[in-house]
Nanobody, 115 residues
Framework: QVQLVESGGGLVEPGGSLRLSCAASGISFSIYDMAWYRQAPGNERELVARITGVYRTKYGDSVKGRFTISRDNGKKTVYLQMNSLKPEDTAVYYC?????????WGQGTQVTVSS
């Protein structure tokens, strides 16, 4: 049974930081491309950041220079360090794991940036 479990969301003031974690089980984690997506009310789900099994990274334009994705294959966990948060970063953040035709999603964690 595959599970992706996100944690670390919450309420933060503009300019603040949060670190999201996604713990995976039931998959050969090291070979999976792992990613974070987000979806705000009324918007489509969008890619935030992706890290491949060989640690190649890609970021959405709106988060470049502020967010950093990383992974720990020993802990089967992917992280998203979010700095300089803005109100427009408010969304539900979803963890995603993909390998060939297999794709899995976590349940999501809410991030709210507000003063």
């Amino acid at each position: 049974q595959v599970q992706l479990v996100e944690s670390g969301g919450g309420l933060v003031e503009p300019g603040g930081s949060l670190r999201l974690s996604c713990a995976a089980s039931g998959i050969s984690f090291s070979i999976y491309d792992m990613a974070w997506y987000r979806q705000a009310p009324g918007n489509e789900r969008e890619l935030v950041a992706r890290i491949t099994g060989v640690y190649r990274t890609k970021y959405g334009d709106s988060v470049k220079g502020r967010f950093t994705i990383s992974r720990d294959n020993g802990k089967k966990t992917v992280y998203l360090q979010m700095n300089s948060l803005k109100p427009e970063d408010t969304a539900v953040y979803y963890c995603n794991g993909a390998f060939r035709y297999s794709k899995y999603w976590g349940q999501g964690t809410q991030v709210t940036v507000s003063s």
